[in-house]
């Protein structure tokens, strides 16, 4: 659920530096070559703390079963379509993009 979390707080990020006019490949704190978001990788950095608090807060609320997971051949536990939509939009839905966009504003 994290991955998904992570997955929605970088599309977010993504869209808020593109949307200041910046570029996403520029980065301060991440350095890695094959990684061409180091400017969303830097900004996410603060903010995973607030994707953790909302999955945990999601998994502690919500009641799974086991159609909401789907175990591969190698025995790797995926969430299934349905599940991570509901995840992604959870985390979407936290106050993670006004946080960015104060920021950015502050540039």
Known sequence: MLNYGYGALKSQIRSEIIAAGLDPSVGI??????????????????????VDRTILEFALSHTFTPGDFTINQQGGCRLNPQMAKVVANTVASTKADRIVGRFLAAL
């Open 29 to 50: 704190i991440h350095g890695n070559d094959k990684n061409r978001n180091l400017l969303v990788s830097d900004l996410m950095e603060p903010l995973r703390p607030e």
